[in-house]
């Protein structure tokens, strides 16, 4: 049997689909740490037997978990063959950044999918868990130096053997976090993911048989390179540069070059990074791994046809040296690997801004901001709020952005104010759009968000944030305009106070009834402003997404008191070139 009839084949992918994304759910329904419950920080797949490579994914997993996890997995066959006593039943344990992994706080279970005595593949789970130790609660430490700062790095190690849990990692794992009850409950919902799993592609092998399930695996690998190359053989021959930067390393604050240099030659494509600032002192670092993970979400923005499994990745090629920040080595700290992946990549749609205007995006939020506030009960309790946030994504060929959407690097949701707000001592006292955030152009770009958030614990609440775009804001591409920077201020007995950093604090503590307050950037805007239709510009106006000043300014539109467009003195400004 070399082939499958092509209606079987669409329902066995269907079927492949639905077991991972069944597989997220129950991990979703189950954990702990609203991360994964409320925003869904968590993936999982099925992977090949001797090489790793992806075969399956959920659709609502994170998509950068996906692309790293390849990387994952082969480091658990690389140690099974070391040990040589890989038996049904056995779960690996690991959070290794360096090894497949991206950074601490995100937890890998990986497990061996046995049929009829056979190693079939491998199953995987991968959650963030909300404290793993570190100078920072939260763990994404600023002012991180190196990887021992920023939490408790585990090897893959067997959490369990045939089936049979070991106290002993369990025991080791709660000792080392600030919410141990919060962890257990995500790695027991971790294992329930896995459970089931097992369960549903047994039942798959059962009714299909293993040959036939082999084929369908390997003609939709197939089919996704087949893509891929054919979405490249379309665009020009030739090289592109670009570059973006890192507002600071968090210790020293000198800007970071992320630079790209991406060749198409027929049906391949080359990304070489080679020019990128080199490994820094704080934790804006990445693992080659995670560099790969992060193009390979790009690449599936950009080319959405191209199923999600690893013939998407074969025709390309990448230069990631680790004489440069996005290939590190232990124990170089990488606890802000967010923010560095969301650079990597706005270079590579800045590439291809300038391969394919017609299909560019103004360049998204692309910054997290990592906030976490902690303090202590008053029962004597640890408590530790990790929560990430929204912006807007860019103006784009055919509408203006999305206000207040998620990073490209993620489908996670922002965790509610009211769940957030029930489990830990704070009170959001504004979540709000924010205005004139959204880069102007022919598109608008979307509109990022005011988070202010008041502490109601008795004692002093801990403060750390890490964050980018505080400096360099999301570009506009074909004429649009940047959107605006990050900010963000934190009341102290003198007053308001903004990060030395801008965009990156730890240490600081406010007291209760202060506030912090978290202004996100905007998207990129699409095309010039100036040949945006008044009427939409006063539109916006009217909404409160743009003001009244940015318009005239901005759009060259003047809007009167009433809302209604001023048509002879918006053409008298537009002639005059608007500005």
């Not at 659709?59 to 066959?77: E, S, Y």
Request: negative net charge; charged residues 20%.
């Amino acid at each position: 049997m070399s082939t499958i009839d092509p209606i079987l084949l669409a329902v066995l992918n269907g079927r492949f689909v639905q077991i991972a994304d069944e597989m997220d759910a129950t991990l979703y329904r189950s954990a702990f740490n609203p991360i994964i419950a409320e925003a869904h920080d968590a993936c999982h797949g099925l992977y090949h037997a001797q090489t790793g490579a992806t075969l399956v994914q959920g659709t609502t997993g994170l998509p950068i978990f996906v692309g790293a996890m390849a990387f994952a997995v082969k480091a658990v066959i690389d140690k099974a063959n070391r040990d040589g006593d890989l038996a049904p039943g056995d779960t690996y344990l690991f959070n290794d950044p360096y090894d497949g992994g991206t950074h601490l706080n995100d937890f890998r279970l990986v497990r061996p999918l046995f049929w009829n005595g056979e190693l079939f593949a491998w199953l995987a789970s991968v959650g963030h868990w909300l404290d793993v130790g570190g100078n920072v609660p939260g763990n994404f430490n600023a002012k991180a130096t190196e990887s021992f700062q920023e939490g408790f790095r585990v090897p893959p190690v067997k959490l369990a053997r045939k089936g049979v849990i070991q106290q002993d990692i369990i025991d080791i794992l709660g000792a080392n976090s600030r919410v141990p009850q919060s962890n257990w409950g995500d790695l027991h919902g971790q294992l329930n993911a896995l459970d089931l799993g097992e369960r549903r592609f047994h039942a798959l092998l059962e009714e299909y048989g293993a040959d036939r399930i082999v084929i369908a695996l390997e003609l939709l690998t197939g089919r996704a390179e087949k893509l891929m190359r054919a979405n490249i053989a379309s665009l020009p021959d030739g090289i592109i540069s670009c570059e973006d930067y890192l507002d600071n390393d968090g210790i020293t604050d000198v800007p970071l070059k992320i630079a790209l240099d991406l060749t198409i030659s027929g049906e391949t494509m080359k990304l070489d990074f080679s020019r990128s600032a080199p490994p820094c002192d704080g934790p804006l670092n990445i693992a080659y791994s995670t560099t790969v993970a992060c193009c390979y979400v790009a690449l599936k923005h950009i080319f959405t046809d191209v199923p999600a499994n690893a013939g998407c990745l074969a025709p390309i090629e990448f230069v990631i040296p680790d004489t440069t920040l996005l290939g590190v080595s232990a124990p170089r700290p990488v606890g802000g690997y967010t923010e560095t992946i969301l650079r990597v990549i706005d270079t590579v749609f800045a590439a291809f801004a300038q391969l394919a205007p017609e299909r560019a995006n103004g360049g998204p939020f692309a910054t997290i901001n990592a906030l976490s506030l902690s303090g202590w009960r008053e029962h004597g309790r640890r408590w530790v709020m990790f929560c990430f946030f929204g912006g807007g994504l860019g103006g784009n060929p055919e509408t203006d952005g999305l206000n207040h959407g998620n990073n490209p690097i993620s489908t996670a949701t922002i965790p509610p104010a009211e769940i957030l707000e029930s489990l830990y001592p704070v009170m959001f006292t504004q979540w709000a759009l924010r205005p004139d955030s959204g880069g102007p152009g022919l598109h608008r770009g979307g509109l990022g968000a005011i988070y202010e958030i008041e502490t109601l614990a008795a004692g002093a609440t801990d403060v750390s944030l890490l964050g980018e775009r505080g400096k360099f804001p999301p570009f506009g591409v074909n004429g649009g305009g940047s959107a605006a920077l990050n900010r963000f201020v934190y009341q102290s007995p003198e007053g308001d106070k903004s990060p030395a950093m801008v965009s990156k604090v730890t240490n600081i503590s406010i007291e209760r009834g202060r506030k912090v307050r978290l202004e996100t950037p905007g998207g990129g805007g699409y095309g010039d402003p100036l040949k945006r239709d008044p009427q939409r510009v006063a539109r916006d106006v009217r909404l409160g997404y743009v003001t009244p000043a940015s318009a005239r300014s901005q759009y060259g539109v003047v809007v009167g008191e009433d809302g209604a467009v001023d048509m002879a003195g918006t053409a008298a400004l537009r002639s005059g070139g608007g500005r």
